[in-house]
């Protein structure tokens, strides 16, 4: 459905307004441009699993052949210092979803 209004509903009820309906939108950022990088479910923003963007979908990494180069690789694109950078594996912040 497009609009509430398109959603099944009865038109009588025994509603009080100690019943009235609620909602929690959660943002997420579905479009995204190709080759744009984020990190997410880290504990700051200089940390966290690496996503990737393709046809407009964010993904996850793979870990293999992953290694500090690629995550120096990640922190340049960010805007963020890239010396000393750590590439870990193994779902450190998570699983992710997508590709």
Same mark, same amino acid.
């Given at each position: 459905?497009?609009?509430?209004?398109?959603?099944?509903?009865?038109?009588?009820?025994?509603?009080?307004?100690?019943?009235?309906?609620?909602?929690? *939108?959660?943002?997420?950022?579905? +479009?995204?441009?190709?080759?744009? &990088?984020?990190?997410?479910? #880290? @504990? %700051?923003?200089?940390?966290?699993?690496?996503?990737?963007?393709?046809?407009?979908?964010?993904?996850?990494? *793979?870990?293999?052949?992953?290694? +500090?180069?690629?995550?120096?690789? &990640?922190?340049?694109?960010? #805007? @963020? %210092?890239?010396?000393?950078?750590?590439?870990?594996?193994?779902?450190?912040?998570?699983?992710?979803?997508?590709?």
């Amino acid at each position: 459905e497009e609009q509430l209004t398109d959603c099944s509903f009865s038109e009588t009820h025994n509603c009080a307004h100690s019943e009235d309906a609620s909602v929690i *939108c959660v943002f997420m950022k579905s +479009n995204c441009t190709d080759g744009e &990088v984020r990190l997410a479910d #880290g @504990l %700051n923003d200089t940390e966290g699993r690496v996503e990737l963007c393709v046809d407009g979908v964010w993904g996850t990494v *793979c870990d293999d052949l992953w290694g +500090n180069s690629e995550a120096q690789v &990640v922190c340049r694109q960010l #805007g @963020l %210092n890239s010396e000393g950078a750590i590439g870990v594996g193994s779902a450190t912040y998570g699983q992710g979803v997508g590709l």
